[in-house]
């Protein structure tokens, strides 16, 4: 089975602070990806990468980037947190592109 | 552009009840379709699957067919219990015009003993 694990599952951070959140993934998939998850908003890309060092930008990358120096590893960063950055952040992977995703269990932000 | 709609819930039903998620999309190409589920306190699992028109995906009891026609892909099952409470999400795939999921709002069932 397809295990992606988050760093955190509950994090509290202060506007203007980095915050890095971390996602690993133990199936070798090429495919990672960063999306948050609000009420009524389902679920918004905000960037992918299909290769190490690779990275595409996703519906709202702004505000946030990447970095995917290992295979299994894709971290997202926000450089300096605020407030309508608070939500539920969900990590997925994927063997093809556009094929079925495994999603980590998700980290809850609040940006105080 | 590509676009998935989903029912609005919250969708409350007694155990037993048949259930059904309508879902439509638009999408150019040939998109593979998909059902997810996210249980409390948890990240999205893959319910089940359809890659072309008229293929049915099926799993723990639900099910879902993939029609062209009416572009839709309702999910179904006969039968819910309380442990189906859960929120349910239609999602797209597609590789026409550059890598593509696209997510629906997600539908949140509640099942009453």
């Known amino acids: 089975d397809v295990k992606v694990t988050q760093s955190s599952r509950y994090l509290v951070k202060r506007t203007g602070e980095k915050v890095f959140l971390e996602c690993v993934q133990d199936?070798?998939?090429?495919?990672m990806f960063w999306y948050r998850q609000d009420p009524g908003l389902g679920l918004r890309l905000i960037y992918f990468s299909y290769d190490v060092k690779m990275k595409e930008k996703g519906d709202i990358p702004e505000g946030y980037s990447v970095s995917r120096e290992k295979k299994e590893r894709f971290s997202l960063i926000l450089e300096s947190a605020s407030t309508n950055q608070t939500s539920m952040y969900l990590c997925?992977?994927?063997?093809?592109?556009?094929?079925?995703?495994?999603f980590g269990p998700g980290t809850r932000l609040t940006v105080l | 552009g590509n676009s998935v709609t989903q029912m609005e819930g919250p969708v409350t039903l007694s155990e037993e009840a048949f259930l059904t998620i309508n879902c439509t999309y638009t999408?150019?190409?040939?998109?593979?379709l998909f059902w997810y589920v996210q249980y409390p306190g948890e990240g999205l699992q893959l319910l089940l699957k359809?890659?072309?028109?008229?293929d049915k995906g099926s799993n723990k009891g639900f099910e879902a067919t993939y029609r062209k026609e009416t572009t839709s892909f309702h999910l179904e099952k006969g039968s819910v219990q309380v442990s189906d409470s859960a929120v349910y999400f239609c999602a797209l795939s597609t590789n026409t015009g550059g890598f593509k999921t696209i997510f629906g709002a997600g539908t949140r069932l509640f099942v009453k003993a």
């Open positions: 199936m070798d998939h090429e495919n």
């Open positions: 999408a150019t190409g040939y998109p593979s």
């Open positions: 997925a992977s994927s063997l093809k592109v556009y094929g079925e995703q495994f």
């Open positions: 359809a890659t072309k028109a008229d």
